[in-house]
Nanobody, 115 residues
């Protein structure tokens, strides 16, 4: 059974930091590119960051220099370190695994940036 468990969301003040983690099971994790998406109320889901099987990363322009995606193939986890958070980063964050025609999503974790 394929399963993704996300953690690390919460309420943080502007300028603060959070680290999201997504633990995968039921797949050969190292074979999958991993991605973090987010969806704010009334908005479409958008790709925030991705990391390939080889470790190459890419980011949404608005988070470059503030967010860092990383993966640990030994632990089957992908993390998203988020620094200098802004109110506009408020959203539900989802991890996704992608390989060829296979897509798996996590259940999402809420991130709220507010004073």
């Amino acid at each position: 059974q394929v399963q993704f468990v996300e953690s690390g969301g919460g309420l943080v003040q502007p300028g603060g930091s959070l680290r999201l983690s997504c633990a995968a099971s039921g797949i050969i994790f190292s074979d999958y590119a991993m991605e973090w998406y987010r969806q704010a109320p009334g908005n479409q889901r958008e790709l925030v960051a991705s990391i390939t099987t080889g470790g190459s990363t890419s980011y949404l322009d608005s988070v470059k220099g503030r967010f860092t995606i990383s993966r640990d193939n030994a632990r089957n986890t992908v993390d998203l370190q988020m620094n200098r958070l802004k109110p506009e980063d408020t959203a539900i964050y989802y991890c996704k695994a992608r390989r060829l025609n296979r897509r798996y999503w996590g259940q999402g974790t809420q991130v709220t940036v507010s004073s």
